[in-house]
């Protein structure tokens, strides 16, 4: 029998390959350690900088640009939330894509190939679309789609559209100001975007604020003096007048009399700010204050204030026109018929050429120039717009005989219809106001006086007579006030000198003459057909408008009516 | 000696929590100013849209339509009857 032992026996397998587990298991921990102490070490800075890139996120929050409103609170331009979706090449899923594509209303397989080209190029942003309709970015979003983002913008409305498009402006896609008050006044409205760095998920989620270089400040609202109902009742006449003359263009400015506030500033043609794809350069010219005119007849209330300024004439002194033309230099300036003997009043409401020539030849060019610089003619710019034109006066030395009386009627000297309309206001007491699109808190500013308080009333009185049975502008008469104004037609200047049959129809008038409330400029630029007369074209405009805004300003009747209002049942 | 490290390594220890607390009260605070900046924008949404509604509905064009074609009004004139 043999004997068996109960004890463990030493195995030297068994402890080779203990040892070699232990061993493999000791190196793979080396291992594990070693790359640990290489990641911590080595490939720290790498490594962190990665890191960084994938999850900190230098975040731009935008500021919202300042409203821009009437005089009483009526929006004309706001800026709505909406959101910019872009999106990483690199992070996303192709194969979501055309879901996100139907959400967003673009073709699924544009999205994809620009995505891919904008992968293999290896850029790590593109938009996806921009300024979003918040519901429609919501969607998107909530898909979770990896690597798609959605960024806060705001989108710039015009809720008045066409009506207020040439004073306002536009902003780009960017929303920095293009055009209009919105390009004049960019710094001011557009305000201070924040910026902070950010630690974000992998669905743009912000798990961590590391710091805020600036917070967004939003732009200040900036109130217009533009009262919107008579912006509207302007645009509207306006254009129905151009289109019924079938002309290039025409705009119409109302400022108020006693304090130079643009009421309405309107131009033709006009387009919607609202929708960029539609806009054409042509039609988003600010006529009102980027082209100039030859204001033509417009002119005469002055000639003829500076001669009254003077001292030398008075409304009743007579002139003779006879025989109703005067050659000067080799020219004849002609009447439309021999008005014979004229007192100063007759001049202005006959319109006469050979009148007002008399009056600038006995005054002399220095008293002419420095009158009508004074009422403002020749000024560079009234608003400081961008493209405001800049008013032509020729200067004394430069005024001839013919030049002076070419001037003295509104030939050879350009303004802009807001340039003609400020220095109208000077006839409403004899200081020109200047003219101010922006209300401020701060009190009247000073006038430029002009001429005296009585000259203008006198001159008011005269321009009273234009709007008569006798005078050219009667179809500018409106009922229930007393009407001032003066015609003017003037020939366009073409390549070869002045057009025989190109005009430009104007009418410059305030209302009401008892106490001058609004002073009102309409221009019609080529008007077609048989009628093309300032008197015939521009004042049936000023008019309509005129009646219409001394009503909605709830300015009193001048004119006592014969009848009373009748009510029914009453009694006396 | 002992009592001075154990003292210090108290103050460690506090130091840590308190560090951890206050990292936490951050994420807190975030995630509350995170919510009300999202009401924030939301309001302004709404706002700008009910602005935009309003001047849409007053719209000086469609006012003057109405007024003419639904409620057959007319510019006033010198001398009116009012009702008979």
Redesign the interface.
Known sequence: MTETSLEPQENSIVRWRFTLVLAVFGLLLAVVLGRLVILHTVDQPFLFEQGEKRTVREEVQPASRGMITDRFGTPLAVSTPVVTLWLNPQQVNIQQLPAVAKDLDIPAHTLVKSVERAASQGRSFIYLKRQVEPDVAEKVLARRVAGVYGDEDFRRFYPAAEITAHTVGIVNIDGKGQEGLELAFDDYLRGHDGERKVVKDLYGNVIKQLEVNAVAENGPDMALTIDLRLQYLAYRELKAAVQQHHAKSGSAVIVDAHTGEVLALVSQPSYNPNNRATLKPEDMRNRAIADLIEPGSTMKPFTVAAALNSGRFFPSTQIDTSPGYVRVKNKTIRDHRDYGVLDITGIITKSSNVGVTYLAHKLGAEVIWDFFTKAGIGQPGVLGFPGEAVGVLPYPEQLDSLRLATASFGYGLAVSPLQLAQSYTAFAGGCRQSVRLIMRDEDKPACEPVMSAKVSRQILDMLETVTSDKGTGSRARVEGYRVGGKTGTAHKVGRGGYEDSAYTAVFAGIAPISDPDLVLVVVIDEPQGQEYYGGEVAAPVFSRIMGQALRLRQVAPDIPSKNTLQMAGGGA | MNALQGTLWGFVVVSALVQIAQVQHH?DL?QVW?AADKQR?LL??EH??L??EK??L????RV?QLARKRLNMK??????????
């Open positions: 994420r975030l995170q924008y302004l949404q700008t849209r602005v935009l001047s849409t007053l719209a000086n064009g003057d510019d006033p004139e010198q001398v009116q009857v009012l009702s008979e």
